[in-house]
Nanobody
């Protein structure tokens, strides 16, 4: 059974960089042609897909986040990361990592695997 777990700081100051890690267990990341996604949820904006990195390493980033978002993976450690620069209070949300068969992970599909989410607050 594949499991994903997000980790990172719960509190980040405005203008700083948010770095989150998703650790994958149960299967190697290279077990299939997966897309490793990041998505967040807040009361104001609902579910908001941020981006993904494919099995080949190709990046797919939401256009409005392209200037300040990076996603990378380390298959030797079975994990992938999100880096969001110059955070603002509106970046406060629950952040989820998702293994999907594509970047279309909403609505949720039974074949995709979601982490439990990690709360990130942007505040001084």
């Amino acid at each position: 059974q594949v499991q994903l777990r997000e980790s990172g700081p719960g509190l980040v100051k405005p203008s700083q960089t948010l770095s989150l890690t998703c650790t994958v267990s149960g299967e190697p990341m290279t077990s299939g042609n997966w897309y490793w996604n990041w998505i967040r949820q807040s009361p104001e904006r609902g579910l908001e897909w941020l981006g993904a990195i494919s099995e080949s390493g190709r990046l797919h980033i939401r256009e409005s986040f392209e200037s300040r978002t990076s996603i990378s993976k380390d298959t030797s450690k079975n994990r992938f990361t999100l880096q969001l620069n110059s955070v603002i209070p509106e970046d406060t949300a629950v952040y989820y990592c998702v293994r999907g068969t594509s970047i279309r992970i909403v609505p949720k599909r039974p074949e995709d695997y979601w982490g439990q989410g990690t709360v990130v607050t942007v505040s001084s």
